[in-house]
């Protein structure tokens, strides 16, 4: 069903447009908050707020914007805030606070476990307002327009986050670049 | 088109961000610029490199019955506190309205007093003095001149004097 549609019916009370919408969206919007916060449960969790978010103010989405840029806005959003509050009680970085789930895929090589490790602690070591471009651009590959509307700037100022991130990543992976890609 | 700028923009070209001029003039560039075609190569591997370093994972299968069971209760709540606070609504408007009329009507009766009494005392200092004159007469203040200074009539009448011209 037409997305504009099932939004229409959602809004007017019908709560199976809601849970198209969740089974549609769910698995982008707990990777993104994965992404963010590398951890599982933590995910699911913001997950489960943001789309509970979405079903009480439904009232305030207003047509004229994508869905997906709403609903991103507030995954976002309440990803910032899960880190912000994390920092508050902890000083380590997301690596050690939270190390990746054990690999359930024997097949998977040790040294493809290592290299996620490497890009996921080389991310996590941007700043705020890259590491959130990087993984929107990334992982959910957004268009410029939508995560300037995510984030509530100009596409000149992705375009230049973007810019610096990649300079940066460039740089702290620059070893495994030559080595498994080019 | 310079290079910082061609750089700058080579990670639009490989997102399909670059409009068709700007992707004219980028291409030209990097045909004329060795080292910007060699960055074009190190961004596109990069992120294919990103892209192997991601991680995914699959929301568990009793994501949607938990959420289901939060809608629940967050309406069921939301219905709570809306009937509490629209019974409050019945009781806490009105009160709170009436006792702001109340409070206006005292300050607004005391204030015109003041102003009113200040006025005349300004504009009408005989009148004041006639006022004085008729309030010592109702109250027969003049039986009390017959009394000794000092004494406790004599200190009454004073008293009443003084009160008067004050207001």
Known sequence: ?182 | MRCRKARKKISALLDGEAGEREKERITSHLRACKTCEEELKTLSALSILLEKGQESIKPSPYFWNKLEQRIVQAEESKSVFGNLWEKLNHVFIPATATVVLLIGLYIGIQLGDFVYSSIDKILNPERVTLVQQEVDQSLHLDTLDDFPRESIGQIYSALLAENNLSE
């Open chain 1, 1 to 182: 069903m037409d997305e504009i549609k099932l939004i229409e019916e959602f809004k007017q009370g019908d709560k199976s447009a809601f849970r198209q919408l969740v089974e549609k969206y769910q698995d982008s919007v707990i990777n993104v908050s994965y992404q963010f916060l590398r951890n599982k449960e933590e995910a699911e969790e913001v997950a489960q707020d943001v789309f509970l978010k979405v079903y009480l103010s439904s009232g305030s989405y207003q047509p004229k914007s994508k869905f997906s840029t709403w609903l991103f806005r507030i995954v976002v959003n309440s990803c910032l805030n899960k880190l912000r509050d994390r920092k508050k009680f902890s000083s380590l970085p997301l690596e050690e606070n939270f190390p990746a789930p054990a690999n359930d895929q024997p097949d998977i090589s040790f040294e493809q476990e290592e290299l996620k490790r490497m890009v996921r602690s080389a991310i996590d070591s941007l700043p705020e307002n890259q590491r959130t471009v990087i993984l929107l651009n990334q992982y959910e590959e957004l268009s410029y327009q939508d995560m300037a509307r995510i984030l509530d700037c100009s596409v000149s100022a992705i375009e230049s986050r973007l810019f610096r991130a990649k300079e940066s990543l460039k740089n702290k992976l620059a070893g495994h670049i030559k080595k498994d890609v080019i």
